[in-house]
Each structure stands twice: as structure tokens, then as C-alpha cells.
């Protein structure tokens, strides 16, 4: 992290108490602007695949061509008719809390007649992905339709999430790209499949094929996710080495490369870095914070244990003298007892006894209840 970004976070007021206090605090952090070679250099490492360049391209309706161009690709990979065109398309406007995927439903929805479609983008590997990419495409359903119009007449629905990650429930999948549909359990037929398709495209298993390897009907889907992958330094490589010849996923690298154009874009998805940055920090001081607590807590509940047990043991060792000592005061009162009886039975003078009686602390009742045992 540099020395900018540690500043800003050392000011970070310490009093936030929840998730959203710290989106706002840091959101509203002064904003910085960069000089051109830091902007030059991170224009080349960005990729369609960073949120703001995947919002750039696609925003305010633009390239809906492509939108269905990259539903036609994966269908096309199990010989599916083509989509209707999309014809209106809408991206999440991203804020730290869409980053975090706070009531994000997909980065882009589309619609069309008689068609919706949701793509999703993501980088960083997410655990349980797999059920936030379900929930995509049942919101998704309901883009272009309502509860109670004819069903007859809702419309198809295919969601494309686009993965920079393996995820954990395909790993016995080798291929990069997996269509899931609803299936009848126990004969394994397909239901509504036609309809509703999940689509998951894993851009690291790439690494395990050659284009050259993949039937021709994988090509443009290829094509196209080679670049979703390539950062801007990388892309005419990236088209030379791979053969990319899909002349959606061409004009796609064109558009890419114009989105990041304007220095005033990377300029802000710097500073959106830097945020998520600052949030990690205040996240991470958090956690240290709560560790601490934590730890402080158990060496507290230690210590109080340890008192505990210490005046437990202080009663305890108390409790066994004064039993001791009652024990012995028994037995002197006793063995005291025995002799007076033992004066009594041999007829000691009452003024000797009378001495012993006071002596030994015995009430007159007493030496009067030791008399009479011995009658």
C-alpha cells in the first residue's frame, strides 16, 4: 500500500460502527489526482474484467450488439437458436457497496422480445458463488416479466457468469465453460431447459486448452473471453497469438480500449481502487481490533477464573481449620468430660469437681446430665 493511501487511512475516524458509517467516511475522502505516467501505466493493466471498464463499455445502453453477440457465442456451443436481439441494457452503477455485492443482481441486465439476459463479471474468486450466480438468474426472470401476465408468454432467460476463478462445485468439470439447467431428479430429464439456462465460463481453465483443441463451436465463445481475460497492454498479443477472428470479440477490444481512453475514467478507477484499498485497511484494523478485544477478554476471563478458584480455595482451606479446629475443641471437651465422670465415679470432693466443671467451661446442666449417666 503506498504512503497516500496509509495517510488517508490514518484519518480515518476511528468511531465507525458498522459497514456503512465507513463506506461513507471513506467515500467522502478528498479524491486524488494523478499524474499522467501513473494514469499511462494503469490504463495498460486494466481489462474488461475490472468493474469500471466492464461498466464503461457497457453503460448507457452502448454495444447491446455485443450483449447478444456474447449470448449467441454460448449457445451456440450446444447448437442452441440464436437470441433475439437485446434491445435495452442496464449496468450496476458501482459503489463500494456493489463492489461487495450488497443487492447487486448481475453487473449488466438485458432485455428483448421474448428474451432476458444477465451477465455477471468477477474477478476475485467469492465463496459460495455458485449460489449468488442462482439468485442472479431467478432475479433475472423477472427483469422483463410480472407475476401474473401470461405465462405462456414470459420470456427466456440465460444468465453468463464470466469467472476469473475456479469454482469449487465444476472442479470435476474440465471444460471452461458449463451450461446448468433444471433437470427431473431420478430420470435426469431435462425440465424447461430451453428456457432457463446458467451459464458459467471459468477463464482459468483456459489455461488447460488451445483453441486448436476446443470443437469449432467453442470458437467464438474463445474469442470472446480471451477479451474479457487480456489487460489493453496485452490485447494485440493476445489477438495475434489466438487467432481471435469473431468479429464481435474484435469490435469488443476496439470498444475496451475506448472506454479507458479518457484520462479522467482511470483517474477515478484509481481513486475507486484506493477506496476498496482503504476499506481492506479499515476492515483489517477491525479485525485486529476485535482480535484484541477478544484476546483481552479471555486473558480477563483467565484472571477472574483464577480469582475465582483462588477464593474458592481461600474458603476452602478456611472451612478445613475451623473444621479442624471444632474438631479439636470437641475432643477436648469430651476427654474434659471423661475425667469429671471419672472424678465422679471415684467420689473426688464436689468442691474438686466443681473446679474441673469451671475449668472445662461445662454448664451445671451438663455436669447434671453427666451425673446421671453414670447413676
Known amino acids: 500500500m503506498n504512503t497516500d493511501i496509509t495517510k488517508q487511512n490514518e484519518n480515518l475516524p476511528p468511531q465507525a460502527n458498522n459497514f456503512d458509517e465507513a463506506f461513507i467516511q471513506i467515500i467522502n475522502l478528498p479524491k486524488r489526482q494523478y499524474t499522467q505516467q501513473e ?11 475490472n468493474d469500471r471498464v466492464f461498466m464503461a463499455t457497457f453503460a448507457n445502453n452502448k454495444n447491446k450488439h455485443i450483449i447478444t453477440g456474447i449470448g449467441n457465442a454460448v449457445k451456440k456451443i450446444h447448437n442452441l437458436d440464436p437470441i433475439p436481439p437485446i434491445e ?21 441486465t438485458g432485455w428483448g422480445k421474448m428474451i432476458s439476459i444477465a451477465i455477471e463479471a468477477q474477478r476475485k474468486k467469492q465463496e459460495g458463488y455458485a449460489v449468488r450466480g442462482t439468485l442472479t438468474h431467478g432475479n433475472a426472470m423477472r427483469i422483463n416479466f410480472n407475476m401474473g401476465e401470461d405465462y405462456t408468454e414470459a420470456p427466456d432467460v440465460i444468465t453468463i457468469n464470466i469467472l476469473d476463478f475456479r469454482l469449487p462445485e465444476l472442479e470435476n468439470r474440465k471444460m ?17 431447459a430451453e428456457k432457463y439456462s446458467e451459464y458459467y465460463i471459468e477463464l482459468p481453465k483456459m489455461g488447460d486448452y488451445t483453441k486448436a483443441d476446443l470443437p469449432k463451436a467453442y470458437h467464438d465463445l474463445w474469442d470472446l473471453c480471451c477479451i474479457f481475460r487480456a489487460k489493453i497492454n496485452e490485447q494485440e498479443e493476445v489477438i495475434r497469438m489466438q487467432a481471435v477472428a469473431n468479429p464481435i470479440a474484435l469490435e469488443l477490444a476496439d470498444e475496451v480500449r475506448k472506454a479507458v481512453a479518457p484520462n479522467e475514467f482511470v483517474n477515478d478507477a484509481l ?3 484506493n477506496e476498496m484499498e482503504q476499506f481492506r485497511e479499515y476492515m483489517k ?11 483481552e477478554k479471555a486473558q480477563e476471563d483467565r484472571k477472574n477464573e483464577f480469582e475465582q478458584f483462588r477464593e474458592h480455595m481461600k474458603r476452602r482451606e478456611q472451612k478445613a481449620v475451623q473444621a479442624e479446629k471444632e474438631k479439636a475443641q470437641e475432643e477436648k471437651k469430651k476427654a474434659q468430660e471423661e475425667m469429671i465422670i471419672t472424678a465422679i465415679q471415684n467420689a473426688v470432693p464436689s468442691q474438686a ?3 474441673m466443671r469451671k475449668n472445662a467451661g461445662i454448664t451445671e446442666t451438663r455436669l447434671a446430665e453427666l451425673k446421671k449417666q453414670i447413676q
Open 39 to 49: 494514469i499511462d501505466e494503469a490504463r495498460q493493466n486494466l481489462a474488461l474484467m
Open 88 to 108: 435495452q441494457t442496464r449496468v450496476q452503477d458501482l459503489s463500494l457497496f456493489d463492489v461487495l455485492g450488497r443487492g447487486m443482481i448481475g453487473d449488466l
Open 176 to 192: 471452461f465453460c458449463s451450461r446448468i439447467v433444471r433437470a427431473e431428479y431420478e430420470s435426469r430429464e431435462t425440465f424447461l
Open 271 to 273: 481513486n475507486r481502487k
Open 285 to 295: 484494523r477491525r479485525e485486529q481490533k476485535a482480535a484484541q478485544a477478544e484476546k
Open 353 to 355: 469437681i466443681e473446679a
